[in-house]
């Protein structure tokens, strides 16, 4: 089955706003990335998924480095512009700087990084997959900024959202309750 963009079940996932920069033939460039997470502890591995087409596909397959800026909850104006426009047309980072966003040289990569993100980190191709129509490029993180804020943007059902109510644990009691059943259904 394929699973179409904007299809009402497909619209139930959540995922967060990668803003991948890069560096290659296309020039400086930015792009907005949904499928952007982090696949592995040791050593660090962020996963993103991009489009064949995309000036950002090019980019990281000659260069084989990319950065990970992870869109903060006031960025939504960035992200879409990152999003809408193609590099192959459009100077998008000279075009986000007039209109009052920050960039900064990254430390190990060519690429900028995106000042006030919720999350920065410089990666080196890791590995590189075809899956579907997208490559998955596997970036193993080789600098990571320390972090100013946490209040990161969220995407779902193609609208971005604040992340909202924290949902409490359930009570001491209920807790041991739910601890003895599984318990009881402990393989052996
Ligand atoms: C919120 C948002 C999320 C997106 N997520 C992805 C994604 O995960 N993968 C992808 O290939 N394109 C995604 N896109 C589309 C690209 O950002 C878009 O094609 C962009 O123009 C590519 O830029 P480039 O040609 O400069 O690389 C997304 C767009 C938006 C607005």
């Not at 700087?97 to 690429?111: S, Y």
């Not at 899956?131 to 972090?147: M, R, W």
Request: some cysteine; proline content about 3%; charged content about 25%.
């Amino acid at each position: 089955m394929d699973l179409p963009w904007g299809e009402e079940r497909t619209k139930q996932f959540v995922t967060n706003v990668g803003l991948i920069t890069s560096n290659g033939p296309y020039g400086c460039d930015i792009m907005a990335c949904e499928w952007t997470h982090q696949v592995s502890y040791r050593p660090g591995l962020i996963a993103v998924c991009v489009n064949f087409g995309d000036a950002t596909h090019t980019n990281i397959a000659k260069t084989k480095e990319f950065g990970v800026n992870l869109c903060a909850s006031d960025q939504n104006v960035l992200s879409s512009i990152s999003g809408g426009y193609s590099g192959k047309i459009y100077n998008k980072i000279e075009a986000l700087k007039e209109l009052g966003f920050k960039f900064f040289k990254a430390k190990k990569i060519g690429a900028m990084m995106v000042e006030g993100a919720a999350m920065n980190a410089e990666c080196r191709l890791f590995k590189k997959i075809k899956l579907g129509d997208h490559t998955t490029f596997v970036g193993e993180v080789i600098e990571l900024y320390p972090v100013k804020t946490k209040d990161v943007l969220v995407y779902h059902g193609q609208k971005y959202w604040k992340t909202g109510e924290n949902i409490p644990k359930p009570l001491q009691d209920e807790l041991e309750r739910v601890k003895g059943i599984v318990e009881k259904h402990r393989r052996n």
